[in-house]
Antibody
Framework: EVHLVESGGGLVQPGRSLRLSCAAS????????FHWVRQVPGKGLEWVSG????????GYADSVKGRFTMSRDNAKSSLHLQMDSLRAEDSGLYYC??????????WGQGTLVTVSS | VVMTQSPLSLPVTLGQPASISCRSG???????????LNWFQQRPGQSPRRLIY???NRDSGVPDRFSGSGSGTDFTLKISRVEAEDVGVYYC?????????FGQGTKLEIK
């Protein structure tokens, strides 16, 4: 059975940093792309960043480009999202998603980030 | 790629059909020939759950009253007979191009 478990969320002041992690099990990790998608409670879904399988190339939404850094550790089957210069609008539930080919197949339960003074 | 869903609110009587439209700003046909258009259901308080992938493929455990259709830029999710457990928000999302983009969501409620 596939499990994606996010961690690292919490309450942080504007301008500070937070590092999210996602531990994957039950899948051939290197064969998957992974994404972070966020959701403000009661609102829609927004793709934040993604990392390819294989080449490990990374992409970011314009709203987080230059502030967020996504990485993968194939040896540990884990992902990280380093979030710097956080803003109130970065608040939300952050989901880790495993994706073999554009199908967003596996989702974690999410980790909540709250940016507030 | 902008994804536009309609309607955004969908009141439906139990046992009646429901239909949600999703339109993309450009063709979602990938260079590999596949069209990566997916449908998700999000029940209150839960993570999104995939129902349909690549336009019309139903996920394991998804009731056969759910069906997906369409091509190119125009897609539809249909529920043949709405049940109480179908209440929630439905999203289309394209996985053909990065960044992946979601529709605004359609909130289905029982009339």
């Amino acid at each position: 059975e596939v499990h994606l478990v996010e961690s690292g969320g919490g309450l942080v002041q504007p301008g500070r940093s937070l590092r999210l992690s996602c531990a994957a099990s039950g899948i051939a990790f290197v064969d998957y792309a992974f994404h972070w998608v966020r959701q403000v409670p009661g609102k829609g879904l927004e793709w934040v960043s993604g990392v390819y399988g294989g080449s490990g190339g990374v992409g970011y939404a314009d709203s987080v480009k230059g502030r967020f850094t996504m990485s993968r550790d194939n040896a540990k089957s884990s992902l990280h999202l380093q979030m710097d210069s956080l803003r109130a609008e970065d608040s939300g539930l952050y989901y880790c998603i495993g994706d073999r080919a554009g199908d967003l197949e596996y989702w974690g339960q999410g980790t909540l980030v709250t940016v507030s003074s | 790629v902008v994804m536009t869903q309609s309607p955004l609110s969908l009141p439906v009587t139990l046992g009646q059909p429901a239909s949600i439209s999703c339109r993309s700003g450009q063709s979602l046909v990938h260079s590999d020939g596949n069209t990566y258009l997916n449908w998700f259901q999000q029940r209150p308080g839960q993570s999104p759950r995939r129902l349909i992938y690549k336009i019309s493929n139903r996920d394991s455990g998804v009731p056969d009253r759910f069906s997906g259709s369409g091509s190119g830029t125009d897609f539809t999710l249909k529920i043949s007979r709405v049940e109480a457990e179908d209440v929630g928000v439905y999203y289309c999302v394209q996985g053909t191009n990065w960044p992946y983009t979601f529709g605004q969501g359609t909130k289905l409620e029982i009339k």
